[in-house]
């Protein structure tokens, strides 16, 4: 099977956010190298956007052990590094049973620096139960006090095997 690509650069109306687009114009049916990475730049400070409320629910559990764990961290280094001081970050994660990390704190040169250890510090074992750390990221989400103008967010990050209720 051949796949094919085109790029295109499109222009959000509001001018401050450009889009690159690669669109892959047949999915294969079997398991693919394809990559997908989705990266927003903004003009200026990003001052001038509401700030975000991001939740954080990794996945910990045994099955995670290994490259899956390490490239679970790389994502969230990375996703840590595109935060600004508007924004607000937790961390749950999740095996057989959740913990949170971190409470949902502001994104500062400190704080960053506090979050990146935490990841880094990771590891993987014990069973699966997605649940759990989902609706403890809710209730982080729903415990939090300053919400006005505020987007919200969840960011599951898993192997997907549940293996415990």
């Not at 099977?1 to 790029?7: D, G």
């Not at 990266?39 to 001038?48: I, P, Q, R, V, Y």
Request: aromatic share 4%; glycine share 10%.
């Amino acid at each position: 099977m051949t796949a094919y690509f085109r790029r295109k650069v499109c222009s959000i109306p509001v001018g401050k956010t450009k889009v690159t687009i690669v669109n892959k114009t047949t999915a294969p049916l079997e398991e693919s190298e394809f990559k997908v990475m989705l990266e927003l730049m903004g003009a200026g400070s990003g001052n001038d956007r509401s700030g975000v409320n991001l939740v954080t629910v990794l996945d910990v559990s045994g099955s995670m052990r290994g490259e899956k764990l390490e490239k679970m961290k790389i994502a969230m280094l990375f996703m840590i590094k595109k935060l600004s001081p508007i924004d607000r970050l937790s961390i749950v994660v999740f095996n057989g049973g959740f913990h949170r990390l971190c409470p949902l704190q502001q994104i500062t040169e400190n704080s960053q620096w506090k979050i990146e250890n935490l990841v880094n510090a990771l590891v993987a074992n014990g069973g699966t139960n997605i649940s759990t750390g989902l609706q403890t990221g809710l209730k982080v989400l729903n415990d939090r006090s300053l919400t006005r103008g505020r987007a919200v967010g969840i960011m599951l990050m898993s192997d997907g095997q549940q293996n415990t209720q």
